[in-house]
């Protein structure tokens, strides 16, 4: 029965940390890869397993790195987050440079980026894991403290790094957003490196699901005059999409 199989996957899941859909063959050879693909989807949705490339990986043993809160936030609006990452995966050249945060968000656009040959610097540890199975991406971890909450890092000493490092793009994301206040997150370590990033990269653009539209956090690291291009879902309210757009902020 289909419920059996899906309770038997999240088991294996449990026991085994992380399953390719190879593997995830062996062991229901009777099951089409497709419906495999189903079932990680309704766990996924049920908060019990974070998808990845080529797999799965168990929500137990990804709190085992990062605690609760990384674990929650990557199965909130899940869709929103696909849409938002397929249309930034889009805008990635081949053989170009570009930075990656290390949110939920950008580790759906590292999920969904082709498998070419790109320079990826990043803070998100999750996000290089997933990059890293790609065999043509060249990924860069900064190095610094490991904020647990998002399984990223961040240290004072990256503006030294960047000094000496080159990029063309930062794709981003952002905890809130309001007009008034901007793009912020959390943390001040975090909102320092991401300034560093919006001043070293020559095009900045932000990947902001619409549930973050009206929030506020602590800490402001970007502006609506700082960003090049939105890219967001389909419920982004349409007198805010004018706003942008009579700054010349494209809208995505």
Do not use: W
Not at 14 to 43: A, C, I
Not at 77 to 87: F, L, P, S, V
Not at 214 to 231: C, S
Request: one cysteine or more; charged letters at 25%; glycine letters at 6%.
């Amino acid at each position: 029965m289909k419920r059996d199989r899906i309770e038997e996957i999240a088991e294996l899941l449990d026991k085994r940390g992380r399953l390719t859909l190879d593997q995830l063959d062996d062991y229901f050879p009777n099951v089409s890869q497709m419906t495999l693909r189903r079932d990680l989807f309704q766990l996924e949705q049920q908060g019990r397993i974070i998808r990845v490339r080529g797999g799965a990986m168990s929500v137990k043993e990804v709190q085992k790195v990062s605690g609760e809160p990384y674990v929650k936030k990557t199965v909130i609006h899940t869709d929103e987050k696909i849409r938002i990452a397929q249309k930034a995966a889009r805008l990635i050249d081949e053989n170009t440079s570009l930075f990656i945060d290390g949110g939920t968000t950008a580790l759906s656009l590292a999920k969904e980026m082709p498998d070419v040959s790109v320079h990826v610097f990043t803070n998100g540890l999750a996000v290089a894991i997933e990059l890293a199975q790609k065999k043509n991406l060249h990924v860069t971890v900064l190095g610094g403290q490991v904020m647990k909450e998002n399984l990223s890092t961040a240290s004072p000493v990256a503006r030294s790094y960047f000094e000496n490092t080159n990029f063309e793009l930062a794709i981003i994301s952002a905890s809130a957003f309001t007009p008034e206040n901007g793009f912020s997150c959390g943390s001040q370590i975090e909102a320092d490196l991401l300034k560093m990033t919006r001043k070293k990269a020559k095009s900045m653009y932000m990947m902001l699901d619409s549930s973050k539209i009206g929030k506020i956090m602590p800490y402001t690291f970007a502006r609506l005059d700082d960003i090049d291009v939105i890219i967001t879902d389909d419920n982004f309210p349409a007198d805010l999409k004018e706003q942008f757009e009579q700054r010349n902020i494209v809208v995505m």
